[in-house]
């Protein structure tokens, strides 16, 4: 099965940056599968941040679309997510995700998780 790491998380100030990474499991390539960013705040549903389709087509959240840059190493066989302007109301564990067969950047079309990553924008 697909595994997935996150890190890159961390504690930020409001207006700050972080790019997090996901890093897929060797024998596994990355190229073949929707590939995604999500997030999930207690108490709130797990939402979609940002995701790259099969075919290669990138999806922002209508909330971090100018902020947000999704993006992919195939050498490297990873995932990035660069969050700038980052707002306190962002804070979040988020997770990286894959799916066989793209679709709708929403969880339940994802079936592959990472343990997620902790990220924290406080002053």
């Known amino acids: 099965q697909l595994q997935l790491v996150e890190s890159g998380g961390g504690l930020v100030q409001p207006g700050g940056s972080l790019r997090l990474s996901c890093a897929a499991a060797s024998g596994f390539t990355l190229d073949y599968y929707a590939i995604g960013w999500f997030r999930q705040a207690p108490g709130r549903e797990r939402e979609g941040v940002s995701c790259?389709?099969?075919?290669?087509?990138?999806y922002y959240a209508d909330s971090v679309k100018g902020r947000f840059t999704i993006s992919r190493d195939n050498a490297k066989n990873t995932l990035y997510l660069q969050m700038n302007s980052l707002k306190p109301e962002e804070k979040a564990v988020y997770y990286c995700?894959?799916?066989?067969?793209?679709?709708?950047?929403?969880?339940?079309?994802?079936?592959?998780w990472g343990q997620g990553t902790q990220v924290t924008v406080s002053s």
């Open positions: 790259i389709s099969s075919s290669g087509g990138n």
């Open positions: 995700a894959a799916a066989r067969i793209g679709g709708l950047c929403v969880p339940h079309k994802y079936n592959y």
